[in-house]
């Protein structure tokens, strides 16, 4: 969870839902559901280039490092948050992989 304070969320919260807003409706041109993945990922990644660009100019290393450390936080604490308790929802719908369930049987028992 990004921990940023409620004046800093009121302040961007309304520029992120018109950009939201935005990719929506060119994903809605492309007239398929995933149209909107890659308009995300440009938005995204161009943000983070701007950010950078305007705040340090050229790229160094540990910026790099940095950039893809925030990225791979989004994407765990969306599979954490979000998918999780999705996949485990389908799971007891569905059932689960029988291997899976053999696996964690025998790590149980300290095979």
């Known amino acids: 969870m990004p921990y940023v304070a409620p004046e800093h969320r ?6 992120i839902d018109q950009l939201a807003g935005a990719i929506l409706a060119q ?4 007239k398929y559901d995933a149209a909107f993945a ?7 990644t161009r943000l983070a ?8 100019g050229p790229m160094r290393y540990w910026i790099i490092a ?4 925030v990225f791979k936080n989004i994407g765990d604490e969306f599979y954490r948050r979000v998918a999780a308790p999705y996949e485990n929802a ?3 719908k569905s059932g689960d992989v029988d291997l899976y369930r053999e696996y964690v049987s025998e790590m149980e028992a300290g095979s």
């Open 49 to 56: 280039l701007q950010i950078v660009r305007r705040r340090f």
């Open 27 to 30: 994903a809605q041109k492309a």
């Open 38 to 44: 890659g308009l995300l990922n440009y938005a995204c």
């Open 10 to 15: 009121q302040e961007l919260d309304g520029l």
């Open 90 to 92: 389908q799971m007891a």
């Open 66 to 69: 940095l950039i893809t450390g």
